[in-house]
């Protein structure tokens, strides 16, 4: 499942083929992704300029020049491919249809952007941009973890008193945004702290040392996926995922890579989720 550096990526992939074209045809080829499209969604895209490529957590925010904004999540395995694109550095052949492509958009410049979703989680709605934060799907989240509303004295105070593990609070995307599973087990192997304990429990200066280990682990991923873009020249022309190398993710059994640990990484599971991590030098 993309995390928030997967959908940076794919931000930052995308914008220089889609902000400033105007959408001239919107193919809708079912009615549905996990939920309903909005109502007369290919009317309401048809014509509208792309005025700027954002993100909230880990949706993508495509502002229009009619007042909305289209908001889009992956899911779980959704992909986003650019064809024809004359502007963007990633230009490759039209490829030919395939069957999990389910909203295509036609671009002014004749690129196209397919949303490609085998397994149909992604979402897909239209909201006003003027009061897009208190869409449904965005009302809850807490503070962006590289903006400013995500410092140290937010984190004391969301974990003061909280009796679950500090893996869960850290997925709780009400107190901080578009963390996942992977960048959690990261950022919580750097700091030395075990995702066993408790939230309330950890003394003030190592909650606070979370922030900086958060917010290196999710820069370190986008920078990651910034080189994967460099090297785009896949035959598919998707974009979503690229290879990273982990600290602890998927790493069961292979040494710590803490400098002087002698650790091996464990794998346990926490509310049906698999944490990987070092019982030697998390805490
Ligand atoms: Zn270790």
Redo the contacts with the bound molecule.
Sequence with gaps: MPELPEVETVRRGLSPAMEGRVISRAEIRRPDLRWPFPERMAERLEGARITHLGRRSKYLLLTLDRGETLIVHLGMSGRMLIEGAQTAAYRIEHAAPQKHDHVVLHLDDGARITFNDPRRFGTMDLAPSDSIDSHWLLAKLGPEPLGNGFDESHLVAAFRGRNTPVKSALLDQRIVAGLGNIYVCEALHLAGISPRRKAGQIATPRVRALVPAIRETLAKAIEAGGSSLRNYRQADGALGYFQHSFRVYDREGGP?V?PG?P?TIRRIVQSGRSSFY?A???R
Excluded: A, E
Aim: proline letters at 0%.
């Design positions: 710590c803490t640990c650790g070092c030697t030098c998390q």
